[in-house]
């Protein structure tokens, strides 16, 4: 059973999701709040596998909730998705640095919500397509120069490929069709690369690939 704490100031919303959620097998809603302190209470006190976090709440917005929340080391396995009516590039590059594992739109289909749940309870991250070619062109435009990022002296020749291919959005079976190797090969690549740089998903990885200089904006790959 997936347990989801739906943080958001307006109890509409809250109502909609926690009935489409409460609907799904397999999901289950342990807590509704309304405000950042309160959302970071109780995801202390329940330990919810997925908080859905909008970013405009008060007493303490979304990110500054996440960002303690996912400093907690008793609260490493919770997943917190961003949903948010705003696609402002400096919201979705804060949200992938405090460690969000997706950012939706709440105008994303319901389909897409609660795929959403699973692919990070899965271990995998999420951007809805709009977010992601704004996470990119953010990155291209935020990026420091290459070689101010993460080393990468500890990842092989092949993981490099690997990390390129994650930086510029390619989803498992485009990284498979492309290096012609396993899934499971594919999976084991990320998962290790994840591991050497502390990254907590594939997310903050498209990150590490721009601020390494591994992937250069605009140009792809870094040679």
Do not use: C, W
């Not at 919770?78 to 992938?96: G, K, N, R, S």
């Not at 397509?129 to 953010?138: C, D, E, G, N, Q």
């Amino acid at each position: 059973m997936i347990r989801i704490l739906i943080a958001d100031d307006q109890t509409l919303i809250r109502a909609g999701f926690r009935a489409l959620l409460s609907a799904e097998p397999g999901m289950e809603v342990v807590g509704e709040s309304g405000t950042g302190r309160e959302t970071v209470r109780l995801a202390a006190r329940l330990r919810p596998d997925v908080i859905l976090m909008d970013i405009r709440m008060p007493d303490g917005d979304g990110l500054d909730a996440a960002r303690s929340i996912l400093a907690d080391p008793n609260l490493a396995g919770t997943h917190i998705i961003i949903l948010t009516t705003f696609e402002l590039d400096e919201y979705i590059v804060q949200a992938v640095r405090v460690g969000a594992a997706g950012f939706l739109v709440k105008d994303t289909e319901p389909e897409e919500l609660l795929r959403a749940v699973r692919v990070v309870m899965d271990g995998d991250a999420l951007l809805s397509p709009s977010v992601a070619r704004r996470l990119m062109a953010a990155m291209a435009e935020l990026a420091p120069a290459p070689g101010a990022g993460p080393p990468l002296e500890a990842i092989t020749g092949r993981g490099r490929e690997v990390l390129a291919l994650v930086g510029e959005g390619l989803n498992y079976a485009e990284i498979v069709a492309r290096l012609f190797i396993t899934p499971l090969t594919a999976k084991t690549h990320v998962s290790r690369i994840m591991a050497k740089l502390g990254a907590r998903d594939r997310v903050q990885l498209v990150v590490a690939a721009y601020e390494s200089g591994l992937v250069r904006p605009g140009r792809g790959t870094a040679v």
